[in-house]
């Protein structure tokens, strides 16, 4: 990989600018806790810095295994702000072992919100709520052609996420401070449009796991929020 240094915005990069443009509008409302930009991003800043004490690095791959929860989005932007590149849990096959899941996927950490009981002791596991130092941003540890995540199976650097996202901003024509509800199962490239929001000043509606599986719940929530249901165009790979 390049050295950090690029003109080139990284994914937290282009989330942190949002951030500075708007601190106080509503970044992420899931299951009752709402964070603005500027809290979402001052999590995120303490859980990188646990990140970086783990060793996490450009290019280390971060497991993220949480319920859908402001607790995802903090964790993700976490992971991306250390330098690493996640894959959520979701992507484990249908019917495969988790525990061989998790060896197999090559990750150097597991980063949960379930206290206790792991499943894969030999990986090392931290909780998205093991934060330390401070809320101040972190100086870059990547570049755009870093990676990013892992979706689909496949790899994404920030300068491929960021190429679809902006393709998807102008076919949705998202504008900032919109109100958008992510109601999609976790897998593939459909995760890609948890940042979608983020990254344009708008407001991700997150749907809570048991949202999801309550057909009537679903529909309350998307009322109540006075939202749009985000769905993320097909053929993103026609940008390629």
Request: a negative charge; charged letters at 30%; proline letters at 3%.
């Given at each position: 990989?390049?050295?950090?240094?690029?003109?080139?915005?990284?994914?937290?990069?282009?989330?942190?600018?949002?951030?500075?443009?708007?601190?106080?509008?509503?970044?992420?409302?899931?299951?009752?806790?709402?964070?603005?930009?500027?809290?979402?991003?001052?999590?995120?800043?303490?859980?990188?810095?646990?990140?970086?004490?783990?060793?996490?690095?450009?290019?280390?791959?971060?497991?993220?295994?949480?319920?859908?929860?402001?607790?995802?989005?903090?964790?993700?932007?976490?992971?991306?702000?250390?330098?690493?590149?996640?894959?959520?849990?979701?992507?484990?096959p249908?019917?495969?072992?988790?525990?061989?899941?998790?060896?197999?996927?090559?990750?150097?950490?597991?980063l949960?919100?379930?206290?206790?009981?792991?499943?894969?002791?030999?990986?090392?596991?931290?909780?998205?709520?093991e934060?330390?130092?401070?809320?101040?941003?972190?100086?870059?540890?990547?570049?755009?052609?870093?990676?990013?995540?892992?979706?689909?199976?496949?790899?994404?650097t920030?300068?491929?996420?960021?190429?679809?996202?902006?393709?998807?901003?102008?076919?949705?024509?998202?504008?900032?401070?919109?109100?958008?509800?992510?109601?999609?199962?976790?897998?593939g490239?459909?995760?890609?449009?948890?940042?979608?929001?983020?990254?344009?000043?708008?407001?991700?509606?997150?749907?809570?796991?048991?949202?999801?599986?309550?057909?009537a719940?679903?529909?309350?929530?998307?009322?109540?929020?006075?939202?749009?249901?985000?769905?993320?165009?097909?053929?993103?790979?026609?940008?390629?």
């Open positions: 990989m390049s050295s950090a240094q690029t003109k080139n915005p990284s994914l937290h990069e282009r989330f942190e600018q949002q951030e500075r443009l708007r601190p106080r509008t509503l970044a992420v409302d899931c299951d009752g806790v709402r964070l603005s930009y500027r809290e979402l991003n001052q999590e995120a800043n303490r859980l990188a810095k646990r990140l970086v004490e783990e060793g996490i690095e450009q290019d280390k791959l971060v497991v993220i295994d949480t319920q859908r929860s402001c607790d995802l989005i903090v964790g993700i932007l976490a992971v991306l702000k250390s330098g690493g590149a996640f894959v959520l849990s979701e992507e484990a249908p019917g495969s072992s988790r525990e061989a899941w998790l060896r197999s996927a090559g990750a150097d950490l597991l949960t919100d379930f206290a206790g009981d792991f499943e894969a002791r030999e990986l090392r596991t931290i909780g998205v709520h934060a330390s130092g401070t809320d101040q941003n972190l100086p870059s540890r990547t570049d755009a052609e870093g990676w990013a995540c892992v979706a689909g199976h496949f790899g994404w920030h300068a491929d996420v960021l190429k679809r996202l902006d393709w998807a901003r102008e076919v949705l024509n998202l504008r900032a401070q919109e109100r958008v509800l992510s109601c999609v199962p976790l897998q490239e459909a995760v890609l449009e948890l940042l979608l929001p983020l990254l344009n000043g708008a407001t991700l509606v997150l749907a809570s796991d048991w949202e999801l599986r309550n057909p719940e679903l529909d309350k929530l998307a009322k109540r929020a006075d939202c749009r249901t985000l769905k993320m165009p097909r053929r993103l790979a026609a940008t390629a």
